[in-house]
């Protein structure tokens, strides 16, 4: 039993904690170019289990271009509602996904899925996050008015949704404690890490610190959206055979028009006394965005990066004591959520 399980843990760990063995060894950044990517084995089978609104429909679009130009199998699920799964349909897709030719990459909207409990050859993962109250506020107004590649598209996505809860306001919605603004709706970012099993989708430390443990088990990246750019550096240093040439691609003109169309419309900002109940609720996603953001540093300061976030449009950052309005954001590019 035991030997047939190691066989399992495979090729995806191994590469993870090479890594992160790597990073932390001096001798390993004292003479990086000649040894990173090079010495380190080549994972040829990638998971992005995408979080909804944390710029993922960002990373697809550039993927699409990294697949054509690196020759490797991009498979984008267009599943956008199904995160959680049954045992027999996580073992199909779990099948599925590992027929795919490789190497391959395969993103969707899912929660971690755990290869290794059923005897299959577990990928690498990758993820990326962002602030918890800013996901949330980028959805509530993503689901009532779409973004800017024509406001028409959020009557598509939300057919069903009559003009008394399109129109609500997000501080009615917070401070009146409605469903969508409330626990379990506001637990949303761990249970992507978590996994499948069913205390995952209820707020509690149980989920939080196994949420942790995956990450720093499975996961080889998991970024903020809100330091994108190094996000995309640190995975095109990671794997290079996916993602070289992903930062020079971003900043193109070329791709700015397309990314350019992603940002959700009639975004606004609710009161502070809205934020500070919000943050109350959240505090478990706002303990592990935390973990992410200090595991993501390190690896950063390791491959001797110092940049942070690029100045942008309007963001809410939030503390326990107070939240405020700041000046900084990403784009709100990503899929629609579950």
């Known amino acids: 039993m035991c030997s047939g399980k190691q066989s399992v843990v495979s090729f995806a760990s191994q590469y993870i904690s090479s890594v992160k063995a790597g990073l932390c060894s001096n001798a390993y950044f004292d003479d990086y170019e000649s040894l990173a990517p090079k010495a380190l084995p080549f994972p040829s089978q990638v ?15 550039l993927l699409r271009i990294l697949a054509e130009r690196h020759q490797f199998t991009l498979i984008s ?3 956008h509602n199904k995160t959680r799964l049954t045992k027999h349909e996580q073992v199909n897709l779990m099948k599925n996904i590992s027929s795919i030719p490789q190497p391959f990459l395969y993103t969707r909207h899912v929660h971690y899925l755990n290869f290794t409990r059923f005897r299959i ?16 506020l980028s959805n509530y107004f993503f689901r009532r008015f779409g973004d ?5 598209n959020h009557l598509v996505r939300t057919p069903g949704m009559k003009d008394d809860e399109r129109y609500l306001d997000i501080n009615t919605c917070i401070l009146e404690n409605y469903p969508e603004c409330s626990n379990p709706r506001l637990f949303y970012i761990i249970p992507y890490f978590c996994g499948q099993h069913p205390q995952c989708r209820e707020p509690s430390l149980w989920a939080l610190e196994r949420a942790k443990e995956n990450v720093l088990e499975h996961y080889l990246l998991v970024g903020v959206l809100e330091e994108l750019e190094d996000v995309l550096l640190l995975l095109e240093r ?4 996916f993602f070289s040439d992903v930062l020079s691609i971003y900043k193109s003109p070329e791709y700015k028009k397309l990314g350019n169309m992603t940002g959700t ?8 006394e809205a934020l500070h109940v919000l943050y109350q609720r959240m505090q478990y996603e706002y303990d592990f965005y935390n973990f992410i953001k ?4 390190l690896t950063k300061r390791k491959f001797g990066l110092r940049t942070g ?4 449009r309007q963001h809410v950052r939030v503390s326990e004591s107070n939240p405020k309005v700041d000046e900084h954001d990403e784009e709100d590019a990503e899929d629609s959520d579950n």
């Open 265 to 272: 419309v009639r975004k606004h900002t609710p009161s502070l």
């Open 294 to 297: 200090a595991q993501f540093h």
């Open 121 to 136: 050859d577990q990928p690498v993962y990758i993820n990326i996050i962002r602030d918890p109250i800013n996901r949330f």
């Open 238 to 241: 990671l794997l290079p055979h």
């Open 148 to 152: 800017w590649r024509g406001e028409e």
């Open 47 to 61: 998971v992005y289990n995408r979080v909804g609104k944390c710029g993922s429909r960002t990373i697809v679009l």
């Open 77 to 79: 699920s267009e599943i």
């Open 309 to 312: 976030p690029r100045p942008s």
